[in-house]
């Protein structure tokens, strides 16, 4: 099954991927400057706003009678601040949306968003977005997003912007971003940027200041994350900070973030975050500084400056890895994910031929992996239909800050209940499959054909996800090779180095399980049950859950074969077969014509 001159040719494409890779490292794009000093937003006038509306409305949960009392509020205050009195500037388009039935942190609720535009000249954008309810009772390090917003709005109806620009008061971005998600309606059709106001008054802070990710692939456009980082150094006097190389490989592999940029991201909208507290947020009863408030309004209002002078940023997030002020592009991560597949796609190619020709129970064993694959694939579903019956509930539609969901009785009794699914499915339903497709559940010791069925399925999922997500691809080819390597019939490898060779395929996986959990502050237990949420609420869509239920899948029939290895390579014929020809007989088996007994002297007397 496993051709050493075919594996090891193959990875000639690699090390040309590699060399590709190396120099395709590319500067970081400049950031968009600005001349004009935001000296207008006073940390004095913000603070005293801020304190005002945590007074006014502290208990905003959400759809709460204080939640739509302050955006009632805001309404009022853009309304008045972006039409000032005697003011020639157009008129302002003030909405306010209900958002139905919307998944939040406390269930389903009716939530309010309140979008105010500003019109200016024909173009793209700028979009400003702040969140009103918090989780937590007065959090007014929450509440600074929407006090520098109103702050922001008042400046900017006092000033001459080329740019239209649209402020946006959503709710529920204290976990799901239901608001934000439903605003994307009602947004111009051509935005430059969007820039979404977090924690905005922290005392403390927690890097990076300025969050690119999105809930679908890909992060920020790299000018966009640099305009607001520079802003940030010249009027906060901060460092933002950045991500490793590896957070961001294992945050664009399985992309998931908590902040409402994930929601803009989404849809192909090019957001970021600006948060002092960082991507988890700030604590219910953080302390907060008004030079904080200061600094960070008019960084905000500094780039809000640049874009409004400066060129269109457009376009929406897009695959990308910082290194070391480099950028790696996308396209380089799709090339290399592309050659290190390609090794492992030939030898299975190359080894399903030869089963062919000897005739090996390929077909039917497929359907013994599609059955192995079917207990994991009801257990994400399960997950889904909790949800749809409110067993499940709440299960917001992205992922929520660390603390917001814990765990308690009735998540403890969603997953046993998901548990026994998956066991059902193993014990009852995967037999009763295997029985109908007449396919025996046992191996056999004299056949290769599950561990070809195996690598089939797998070349032919990890295809699709190199097609999907290339950060994710990449971390899959190593599983492939070490899977491939495992259950190959070839090498008489001991059971137990076979077993680890399995497992050691899933530790990229679990590794970045754990830098995801790690950057958004999950501990084991609360990650565990944000996974069944993400699947529950939909933001692991069902292709994806689809995808990844058959990869769980296929690595257990590896694990199951590397166990009850073949004792016969592909290339060996069965017991009482006729035996290939060697290679002194020349043609088909079956040719008797000239030359078919090879190098024989002629029986002419001499």
């Not at 204080?66 to 005697?86: I, N, T, Y």
Request: proline content about 8%; aromatic content about 4%.
């Amino acid at each position: 099954m496993l051709d050493p001159r075919i594996y090891r040719a193959s990875f000639l494409p690699v090390l040309l991927a590699l060399l590709v890779v190396a120099f395709a490292l590319q500067d970081r794009p400049r950031p968009i400057g600005s001349t004009l000093a935001p000296d207008a937003f006073g940390g004095r006038a913000a603070g005293a706003l801020l304190d005002e509306l945590a007074i006014d409305f502290p208990d905003r949960r959400p759809g709460s009678l204080d939640d739509e009392a302050l955006a009632r509020r805001v309404a009022g205050s853009l309304r008045r601040s972006l039409q000032p009195a005697g003011s020639a500037a157009p008129d302002p388009i003030v909405k306010i949306t209900r958002v139905r039935g919307a998944q939040t942190i406390d269930g389903r609720r009716d939530l309010t968003n309140v979008v105010a535009t500003r019109p200016g000249r024909p173009g793209a954008g700028i979009v400003i977005v702040a969140h009103r309810d918090a989780a937590s009772r007065v959090a007014k390090a929450e509440l600074s997003g929407t006090a520098a917003m109103l702050t922001l709005a008042q400046i900017i109806g006092r000033g001459r912007l080329r740019r239209t620009v649209t402020f946006v008061s959503t709710s529920g971005g204290s976990g799901g971003a239901a608001g934000a998600r439903a605003a994307v309606a009602d947004l111009p059709d051509n935005i430059s940027a969007v820039l979404v106001l977090g924690d905005m008054a922290s005392a403390n802070t927690s890097r990076p200041l300025v969050i690119p990710y999105s809930s679908g692939n890909g992060v920020a456009p790299m000018q966009l994350r640099r305009t607001i980082e520079s802003a940030l150094r010249a009027e906060a006097r901060v460092d933002p900070g950045g991500a490793r190389a590896v957070v961001q490989w294992a945050r664009q592999a399985f992309p998931l973030t908590v902040g409402e940029q994930g929601a803009f991201g989404e849809v192909g909208l090019p957001a970021v975050l600006l948060s002092a507290s960082g991507e988890r947020g700030p604590p219910g009863n953080a302390p907060i500084s008004r030079a904080r408030l200061e600094g960070f309004g008019r960084a905000a209002l500094r780039s809000i400056n640049a874009l409004n002078n400066g060129p269109t940023i457009g376009g929406g997030p897009e695959p990308s890895l910082q290194i070391a002020r480099k950028v790696l592009s996308g396209r380089s991560i799709r090339l290399l994910g592309g050659a290190l597949l390609i090794p492992v796609l030939l030898v299975s190619i190359d080894g399903f031929a030869r089963a062919r020709r000897r005739r090996e129970p390929v077909g039917r064993r497929l359907a013994w992996v599609g059955a192995t694959v079917l207990p994991f694939l009801l257990t994400a579903l399960a997950a889904v239909v909790l949800a749809l019956v409110g067993l499940v509930d709440p299960a917001p539609e992205m992922a929520v800050p660390a603390g917001a969901l814990p765990p308690d009785g009735a998540a403890l009794a969603a997953s046993i209940a998901l548990f026994l699914v998956f066991v059902l499915g193993w014990l009852l339903v995967r037999p009763l499959v295997l029985k109908l497709s007449g396919v025996a559940d046992g191996l056999g010791s004299d056949t290769a054909a599950p561990a070809i069925a195996t690598l089939i399925v797998l070349c032919l999922l990890a295809v699709v996800v190199w097609v999907l997500n290339p950060f994710a691809a990449v971390l899959l080819a190593p599983a492939l090779h070490l899977w491939m390597l495992a259950i190959t019939p070839d090498w008489r490898w001991p059971r137990p180095v076979r077993l680890l060779a399995v497992l050691a395929g899933v530790v990229p996986f679990a590794l970045v399980a754990v830098l995801d959990a790690g950057a958004l502050g999950y501990s084991l237990k609360d990650g565990a049950w944000q996974a069944v949420l993400l699947v529950a609420g939909g933001d692991v869509g069902p292709v994806t859950w689809v995808l990844w239920s058959a990869i769980a899948g296929c690595a257990t029939c590896a694990a199951i074969v590397a166990l009850n290895p073949s004792q016969r390579p592909v290339d060996r014929g069965r017991p009482g077969a006729m035996p290939e020809q060697s290679g002194s007989i020349r043609g088909p088996g079956g040719y008797v014509g000239p030359g078919s007994l090879g190098a024989v002297g002629s029986g002419t007397r001499r």
